[in-house]
């Protein structure tokens, strides 16, 4: 009885405490709600939390319009999200994170992060080559506009009218370059860009770097810019992670005066003003110095100290151009380059030579073969002990990489079947030709911008000089007696020769076959030519037969019917051809055999070259032929047109083609 009366006392005792909790919370909730009440009613409702969702690769509308933010009319896309942009800490209050990458290669795309969100990258906003903007709403810090302007393929005059029109008091300007910018960046661009706080944008180069984050109403010079000169035409990477803040402060200091003062070209210039890109405002201050050779790979070639010589031809104005694009070969020496002239014809070329650390040689020689002699006579008196020596023809414009190709092919020389190395391609139209890395053996000599032995010519050359050389190359020299010796010639040719001269007039259907079509030049510094041993003799054969031979190649069949219509209208969608299995693979052949019925040259083959858009003039035989074999590469496929004068035609199944031609 006594324990039933205790378990009935303690239910009681827990039941209370249980109550007492319970009616504990229940003040404390009603006092939480009274709390708010009054809040909501002396200070308002609390403004409501906004979540903001992106996905990468998506496009966004930036910003939206609540808050009185900034309303932009276009999409912008946001790439990979990154937390602070990389950064290992998180920005103090009003400071938000900033990457700014330039890139370390054209293949290795710029990229710009603003809080955590990256703007610009590859295939976002469409960053690339030129100039790479991004306006930043300073009181949301993120960003509301991304462009790129490619100011090396156009001029500045958008973005001018974007910097003014788009870049509002406060707004937060981050630019960065990315490859080459400076070609068409136009003085006006560069004030605008100086009113904004720029102190040294007056300074950028070919290829230098630059980046810069200031802000429209500033005072000062942006304390957050960087400038990197190029090393040799490569530039050297930005790559830049910080806390901005969202109001920044500018220095005082004034920039640095320009760095690049020419006064013997402003002088020149002065009494040359013709020449317009020379001398134009923006160009004659700076200095002419040569480009400094990077490429590790190429260091003790012999290409470096061997005589350069240059026609000076008919033209001052063409002659700087071309001056203009020797000097920018990295690893250039100047005392190794002259130009040949005749006072009669071109004035001041002594003084434009000066300019540029150049040596000249005056002579007054009319003949075109007495010229070609007096050129190697020049380069044989000036450099006895050079084994090599290069020569470029009149009106010619270098590919930055001229002499890096040539390096990289030049052991072939040592090669006896070997007469000399162009730098041009006759066949090098833009359809028919698009792999730099490629090289090939051909029969005819195209002349233009070639390297030889100086043993060569005084042995060879010289003895034939009026039969060999009566004319510029691109005539085709040896035509009058073609030695048992070939000519290494590049897929994309490291040499353009402009479509105007007093050379080139009248207009003949030869000059205009050559030089009034598009031509595609190689403008990349790092492609070299792969596997240039594989142009020796005693291996080119074999690595014919490899090429013919490979799971990658493929016979293309041909109707003789369309292959004549697509001849005729020059357009091969006439053909209707199926695209190669393996189109995106570099090593993917196509090859056209066919039977040349003609017995006293390339009838045949010459159907084919007007149809697939090669070199063609009705009186002219075709260009680029190996032993029967013309090789060229069509949107980055190897092409090969064969024929039954080769002797790789044996091999199956080409042997069994039923296309005759003509």
Same mark, same amino acid.
């Given at each position: ?14 039941q209370t ?13 009603f006092?939480g709600?009274?709390m708010?009440?009054i809040?909501?009613f ?6 409501r ?6 996905k990468?690769?998506?496009s966004?509308?930036?910003p939206f319009k609540?808050?009185g933010a900034r309303?932009?009319?276009?999409y912008?896309q ?7 942009c ?8 009003d400071h ?7 890139g370390?290669s054209?293949?290795?795309?710029p ?7 990256y703007?610009?990258?590859k295939?976002?906003n469409?960053?690339?080559?030129g ?5 930043v709403?300073?009181?949301r810090m993120r960003?509301?506009?991304?462009r790129?302007?490619?100011?090396y ?7 001018e009218l974007?910097?003014l029109?788009?870049?509002?008091e ?7 370059t990315?490859?080459?910018?400076s ?5 006006m661009?560069k004030?605008?860009?100086a009113?904004l706080?720029?102190s ?5 180069q ?14 000062g010079?942006?304390?957050?810019e ?5 090393r040799?035409g490569?530039?050297?990477?930005i790559?830049?992670?910080?806390c901005?803040p969202r109001?920044?402060?500018g ?6 005066p ?6 013997a ?11 317009? &890109? ?5 160009h004659r ?8 050779l990077?490429?590790?790979?190429l260091v003790?070639?012999a ?6 010589m240059v026609?000076g031809?008919?033209?001052l ?10 000097l920018s070969q990295?690893?250039i020496?100047p005392?190794?380059?002259v130009?040949v002239?005749d006072?009669?014809i071109i004035n001041?070329?002594?003084?434009l030579?000066r300019?540029f650390?150049f040596?000249?040689k ?8 007495k010229?070609?002699?007096v ?6 008196a ?8 290069s020569v ?13 190709y040539t390096a ?5 020389l ?7 190395i162009?730098?041009w ?20 000599f ?8 100086q043993s060569?010519?005084?042995?060879? =050359?010289k003895?034939n ?8 190359g691109?005539y ?6 073609r030695? &048992?010796?070939?000519?290494?010639i ?5 040499? =353009?020769?402009?479509p105007v001269?007093?050379?080139l ?12 079509r598009?031509r595609t030049?190689?403008?990349?510094l ?10 020796m ?7 014919l037969?490899?090429?013919l031979?490979?799971?990658n ?9 369309k ?16 695209p ?5 693979d ?11 019925i003609?017995?006293m ?18 009186k002219?035989?075709?260009?680029? =032929?190996?032993?029967?074999i ?6 980055? &496929? ?5 024929s039954?004068?080769?002797?790789h035609?044996i091999?199956?199944?080409y ?8």
């Amino acid at each position: 009885m006594r324990n039933i009366c205790n378990k009935s006392f303690l239910n009681q005792q827990e039941q209370t405490l249980i109550f007492r909790h319970v009616g504990t919370v229940a003040i404390a909730i009603f006092i939480g709600f009274g709390m708010y009440g009054i809040y909501e009613f002396f200070v308002g409702k609390p403004p409501r939390r906004i979540v903001e969702f992106y996905k990468a690769n998506s496009s966004e509308t930036f910003p939206f319009k609540d808050h009185g933010a900034r309303i932009v009319s276009q999409y912008m896309q946001v790439g990979e999200i990154l937390p602070n942009c990389g950064l290992k800490f998180v920005c103090p209050h009003d400071h938000f994170p900033v990457h700014i990458y330039s890139g370390k290669s054209n293949q290795d795309m710029p990229k710009i992060c603003v809080s955590g969100k990256y703007v610009i990258q590859k295939e976002i906003n469409n960053g690339g080559r030129g100039m790479n903007m991004v306006v930043v709403d300073s009181h949301r810090m993120r960003a509301i506009n991304a462009r790129r302007f490619d100011t090396y393929a156009m001029d500045s005059s958008e973005m001018e009218l974007f910097l003014l029109r788009e870049v509002k008091e406060g707004d937060i300007l981050i630019s960065v370059t990315f490859d080459e910018a400076s070609r068409n960046l136009g003085s006006m661009a560069k004030n605008v860009l100086a009113e904004l706080g720029s102190s040294q944008i007056q300074n950028l180069q070919f290829r230098g770097q630059w980046y810069m984050v200031a802000q429209r109403g500033m005072k000062g010079f942006s304390p957050y810019e960087a400038l990197k000169a190029s090393r040799g035409g490569m530039w050297s990477n930005i790559d830049q992670r910080f806390c901005l803040p969202r109001i920044i402060h500018g220095h005082t200091i004034m920039p640095d005066p320009m760095v690049h003062q020419n006064n013997a070209r402003e002088e020149f210039c002065e009494r040359h003003n013709y020449i317009e &890109e020379f001398c134009a405002d923006d160009h004659r201050k700076k200095a002419l110095k040569p480009a400094s050779l990077t490429n590790r790979q190429l260091v003790g070639s012999a290409i470096f100290s061997s005589p350069i010589m240059v026609f000076g031809g008919q033209s001052l104005t063409s002659l700087t151009l071309t001056l203009e694009t020797l000097l920018s070969q990295p690893g250039i020496q100047p005392r190794y380059v002259v130009v040949v002239y005749d006072p009669e014809i071109i004035n001041d070329v002594p003084e434009l030579c000066r300019l540029f650390g150049f040596s000249y040689k005056a002579t007054s020689v009319k003949e075109y073969h007495k010229l070609v002699e007096v050129v190697f006579d020049t380069a044989l008196a000036l450099f006895p002990g050079s084994l090599f020596v290069s020569v470029i023809e009149e009106g010619l414009l270098l590919a930055p990489d001229f002499l890096a190709y040539t390096a990289t092919v030049l052991p072939l020389l040592h090669d006896p079947t070997v007469m000399a190395i162009s730098a041009w391609n006759p066949n090098g139209y833009t359809g028919s030709s698009s792999r730099s890395d490629l090289a090939y053996r051909v029969e005819g000599f195209p002349g233009q911008a070639f390297t030889i032995k100086q043993s060569t010519f005084r042995k060879e =050359l010289k003895p034939n000089i009026k039969n060999c050389c009566s004319k510029p190359g691109w005539y085709g020299w040896l035509e009058l007696g073609r030695w &048992e010796r070939e000519i290494i010639i590049p897929d994309v040719s490291r040499a =353009l020769r402009r479509p105007v001269g007093a050379d080139l007039e009248p207009v003949t259907p030869l000059i205009s076959a050559l030089f009034h079509r598009l031509r595609t030049t190689n403008l990349e510094l790092s492609t070299l030519v792969k596997n240039a041993e594989l142009l020796m003799a005693e291996r080119y054969e074999q690595h014919l037969v490899d090429l013919l031979n490979s799971s990658n190649s493929r016979q293309v069949k041909l109707d003789k019917e369309k292959l004549i219509d697509c001849a005729n209208k020059q357009d091969t969608n006439k053909l209707q051809m199926t695209p190669h299995p393996h189109k995106h693979d570099k090593n993917s052949v196509s090859v056209v055999a066919y039977k040349e019925i003609d017995l006293m040259g390339f009838s045949g083959m010459k159907i084919l070259c007007q149809c697939f858009g090669l070199f063609y003039e009705e009186k002219s035989p075709p260009q680029g =032929l190996h032993r029967g074999i013309l090789m060229f590469s069509r949107k980055g &496929e190897r092409m090969i047109f064969l024929s039954n004068r080769s002797p790789h035609f044996i091999l199956p199944p080409y042997n069994a083609t039923q296309l005759s031609l003509p």
